[in-house]
């Protein structure tokens, strides 16, 4: 088997396609989909702490903090003390923020639109139900990894 026929290979190549082309599409608003995901996550669930916020947009708390220091840096954040936990910071989306991100989730639908036309709406359901699952196998291998000895 050639390599570009891995199944792991093609969602992955999958995967860098469409944030190549949602990064194309972000760049008028001089926004990443990286620092939009971070962004997406706060406008759900607002005034989190920045451990909750990694654990929510999938991202290590070092890589958070520099996407927040450009978050911040844009006017989109900010980070105040968290009254209960003097060791961390809550993040808090901003009213900038919130009008970009309300902008970005119908340029994000409409290019996802794009790419999936073409299947019709069962296949569509049927791939969600397999890359759940694949999420899900991968969750559980992760976990295990980390709890071996």
Known sequence: MHFEESLGFQINH??????????????PFEITTEQWTVLNRLAEKDGISQKELAQKAE????NLTRILDQLE??????????????RSYLTLITDKG??????????????M?????GLADEQLAQLRIMLRHITEKANDSIREMEEAP
């Open 14 to 27: 999958a995967g860098r396609r469409l944030s190549q082309l949602l990064t194309n599409r972000f760049q």
């Open 98 to 111: 919130r009008a970009l991100n309300e902008q970005l989730i119908p340029i994000e639908q409409e290019t």
């Open 113 to 117: 639109r794009s790419v999936m036309s």
């Open 73 to 86: 840096r844009k006017g989109l954040v900010v980070r105040q003390p968290n009254a209960s936990d003097r």
């Open 59 to 62: 991202k290590d708390p070092t």
